[in-house]
């Protein structure tokens, strides 16, 4: 599953399948990146991060891609479970000034 | 080692009263966000401290919010007088470097009736 082009504020998938999940941010000179995944009643949860110096970087079931040409982050998700339905925020910031928080994709996981 | 606690978790108030929203940082970390999301909208910044001292509050949103951490520990943020807008999740994170990435608590639930 995945949301394309336009931001789509939810993505529903079954679980077992990949989830992408789409973000455009805003500065470019923007030159970190982190995904964020907030449960209902929680905070917000670091998932991954990526340096303007990089394009991919992968952590466990999860890929970010990065593609500065257009301002445009992706996370990927594989295997999605039940376990990651959530929001996830993309967020940026230049320089370790605040950061900058897109607006949210709701990933909702059936079994 | 204790997360970044937030304090109340909710809190309803009656507009025109005040309230004041608490946030301790994990110990050691110098910096201190605020952030709040309104509606379902996106997380906004509201403003940041490195220790005592606020390095950047461009974001709050008029003069009715006052932020303090007082000797550079906990943070209080007070709404005073409270309107409808400002009803929201108010998120406070921490960072012990300035890399603008935070670990956030689990955010105080304000409703303005």
């Known amino acids: 599953g995945e949301n394309v082009g336009l931001h789509l504020p939810t993505l529903s998938v079954q679980e077992g399948d990949n989830s992408i999940i789409n973000c455009a941010y805003s500065n470019s000179a923007s030159d970190y990146f982190i995904w964020y995944k907030q449960e209902s009643g929680k905070g917000p949860q670091f998932i991954i991060d990526i340096r303007s110096n990089m394009d991919k970087r992968q952590g466990q079931r999860v890929t970010v891609l990065l593609n500065k040409t257009v301002k445009h982050l992706s996370l990927q998700i594989a295997a999605t479970q039940p376990g990651d339905s959530a929001v996830y925020f993309c967020?940026?910031?230049?320089?370790?000034?605040?950061?900058?928080f897109g607006k949210g994709t709701t990933l909702s996981v059936s079994s | 080692e204790a997360g970044v606690t937030q304090f109340p978790s909710h809190s309803v108030i009656e507009k025109g009263q005040t309230v004041t929203l608490r946030c301790d940082p994990i110990s050691g970390h110098d910096n201190l966000y605020w952030y709040r999301r309104v509606m379902g909208k996106e997380i906004k910044f509201l403003l940041h401290f490195v220790k005592e001292s606020k390095q950047d509050e461009s974001g709050m949103p008029n003069n009715r919010f006052l932020a303090e951490r007082t000797g550079g520990t906990y943070s209080t943020l007070k709404v005073q007088p409270a309107e409808l807008e400002d009803s929201g999740v108010y998120f406070c994170?921490?960072?012990?470097?300035?890399?603008?990435?935070?670990?956030f608590g689990q955010g105080t639930r304000l409703t303005v009736v």
């Open positions: 994170a921490s960072s012990q470097a300035q890399t603008g990435k935070g670990f």
């Open positions: 967020a940026e910031t230049q320089a370790g000034t605040a950061l900058i």
